[in-house]
């Protein structure tokens, strides 16, 4: 049986290590979230962005716009954003209605305040091996729970599956970065199944059921990064997680495991940028 990455306990001790750091400063790190329209699930994240910052004394401004809000009213407020002392980190919600374009509104977001590493600026020095302001958070908060197994990269095969600006291509990124060989696999590979079956780590980005047992390389490392529901109504992810995990030697759960690393990864994401401002102005 395999061994739980257990995101959700490693999340409890990243924040209650970042909240001693936090109280330690009269001035509080802030973030700016803003989520256009009405996308369920894009609510849900930012509820429980809003709520841990909370808890840790971040302040947390959402800032909600219509579905048919019109793009400039976005930019103007992210370069009112860029330019306010008192905001450390902004993060546009995605997914954005179709008549926004997003790459135009995320690259008005200052790369100092880009805590997401979304911009082209923080894009480029990830992928030219650069420190970007801060790393992308799905994919830091993954490699914050490697790290916490002490799940060492160097010389690993590392299959992606997935290839999202979000998600698969920065994880590719930090993945080699660390030493792995890296392969990313998407809807148009040919023979999936003989590839995730090379993996020492496999890890999942999709959406979708797809990874089952016979897939996986026996006493692999195997790392669930889609969340959704199922027919049924219940939140699942890609890797069939009960025969899965009698082979692979680690595997993250779907809820518990890489969604609570997200978070945590944000927060300390919003601190760091906090802390860099503090530097500049000092
Ligand atoms: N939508 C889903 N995940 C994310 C994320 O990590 N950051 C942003 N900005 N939008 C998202």
Redesign the pocket.
């Known amino acids: 049986m395999a061994i739980i990455l257990d995101g959700k306990n490693l999340r409890e001790k990243i924040l209650a290590d970042l909240k001693i750091k936090i109280d330690k400063f009269s001035k509080k790190p802030s973030l700016a979230v803003i989520l256009v329209g009405e996308d369920p ?2 609510k849900i ?1 930012v509820k429980n962005k809003e709520k841990t910052a909370g808890k840790l004394g971040i302040n947390s401004e959402v800032i909600l716009y219509p579905d048919d809000v019109d793009e400039e009213t976005i930019i103007r407020k992210i370069e009112a954003l860029n330019s306010d002392d008192e905001i450390n980190a902004i ?5 954005l209605p179709k008549h926004i374009n997003k790459e135009r509104v995320i690259n008005t977001i200052s790369p100092q305040k880009d805590v ?1 590493c ?1 911009t082209m600026e923080n894009v480029g020095k990830l992928a030219s091996g650069l420190e970007p302001s801060v790393y ?3 994919p830091r908060g993954i490699m914050l729970l490697l790290d916490e197994y002490n799940i060492d990269l160097t010389g690993k095969h590392v299959v992606v599956v997935g290839r999202s600006n ?1 998600v698969g291509k920065p994880l590719a990124l930090m993945a080699l970065k660390r030493n792995a060989t890296v392969t990313i696999c998407h809807s148009y590979t040919n023979n999936l199944k003989d590839i995730t079956k090379t993996a020492d780590v496999l890890i999942s980005a999709v959406g979708e059921v797809l990874i089952e047992d016979d897939m996986i390389r026996k006493n692999s490392v195997v790392i669930d990064v889609g969340i959704f529901r199922d027919v049924n109504g219940k939140v699942r992810g890609d890797v069939e997680f009960d025969e899965v995990s009698k082979s692979a030697a680690y595997i993250t759960p779907v809820p518990g495991g890489v969604g609570p690393m ?1 978070i945590a990864a ?1 927060m300390l994401n919003t601190y760091e940028l906090f802390l860099k401002q503090i530097k500049r102005s000092s």
């Open positions: 699930a894009s994240y993060l546009v919600q995605l997914p997401d979304f992308p958070c799905t979000l997200t944000l």
